[in-house]
Every structure is written in structure tokens, then in C-alpha cells.
């Protein structure tokens, strides 16, 4: 176990949620230990289907070509296309993070501007992104990833994002 290095009390100014990057209500697992330390662990729903959620991006890179990643709220957790070694297992970018908590699709337009998928990566960018939501929580997003300066994906992508959105929510739901 790693030590953070932080110290505090817990107060109800948020403070310790907004160094661990915990939103308000989202799930953490608690862990203990024979020696009683406590170990709190964001859960992210979405990340128990990411064997799942690989294939699935797989069919969707078969369907449309291109790049198809899943997200949780944090991190892209499946790519397929390509961009695996700049992708996978990085922080989803804040741009991404508001289009999940708008609870609603982005479809770039072609020469319309362009959103980072990670704030580590400078190579792509968000073609189309639709949350995957379920029982009315955003769990993360299905996304078309296009390298900068290629034209954006079109319809076909976008109703395969939406088409595979909802089919991931109906499994969480399950």
C-alpha cells in the first residue's frame, strides 16, 4: 500500500473528496485489514464489464472502422483501432467529463473544434461520445476517437456510439 502523504480530518467542506478527485455520491469499495486500516477505493460500475466493453469496442471498430474506446467516469477502460498505447487506462479529459455529466451525445462537426479525450494525449481527439447511462446514473461514455485534423465521424458512428451506449446501460442494469 502506498501512502499519500495527506492527513486530515474529515470536514464538510469537501476538501479530501476534491484531492482524491471523489464527486459528491460517487461510490467508493472499503476495504480492511487484519491490522484495521481502512482502504477506500473508487468503484466504477462500467470497469467490472471491461472484458465486455473491449469486445464490444472491437464489434464497433468491425462495424464502422476507425478507433472505439469505452470510458468509466475517470479513465478509458477499452479501445480498439488503435491509439491503445495513448489511450487505455489514462484520465478522461475534463471536456469529456462535462459531456458525461450534460447526460447528453457530442458529434463533432466536421471543422468544428476539437476535444481531447485525455489531457495526456495530443494526437486524437472526440469524434462522437454518448454516456452510457443506467438507472439514471451516468456510468461513462462509448466513444469514436479520430486522430487530430481527420474528419470526424458521421451518422453511422454516431448511432453505433448510441446503439452501444444503451445496450452497455441495459447490462449494468441487469
Known amino acids: 500500500m502506498k501512502a499519500t502523504g495527506i492527513v486530515r480530518r474529515i470536514d464538510d467542506l469537501g476538501r479530501i473528496r476534491r484531492t482524491m478527485r471523489i464527486r459528491e455520491g460517487d ?35 468491425k462495424s464502422a472502422g476507425g478507433i472505439a474506446a469505452v470510458c468509466d467516469r475517470d479513465t478509458v477502460i477499452a479501445v480498439a483501432g488503435g491509439a491503445r498505447k495513448e489511450l487505455l487506462e489514462k484520465a478522461v479529459s475534463p471536456q469529456l467529463g462535462e459531456i458525461m455529466d450534460g447526460r447528453s451525445a457530442y458529434r463533432q462537426l466536421t471543422g468544428g473544434s476539437t476535444l481531447p479525450i485525455s489531457p495526456a494525449d495530443e494526437k486524437f481527439c472526440l469524434s462522437v461520445a454518448v454516456p452510457i447511462l443506467a438507472e439514471g446514473d451516468v456510468l461513462g461514455c462509448v466513444l469514436f476517437v479520430t486522430p487530430r485534423g481527420s474528419n470526424p465521424g458521421g451518422e453511422v458512428e454516431y448511432k453505433l456510439a448510441q446503439a452501444a451506449a444503451l445496450f452497455l446501460g441495459r447490462q449494468m442494469e441487469d
Open 27 to 61: 461510490p467508493l469499495e472499503i476495504f480492511t485489514d487484519k491490522d484495521g486500516e481502512l482502504i477506500f477505493k473508487k468503484y466504477s460500475p462500467i470497469g467490472e464489464l471491461t472484458d465486455f466493453s473491449a469486445q464490444v469496442c472491437e464489434s464497433l471498430r
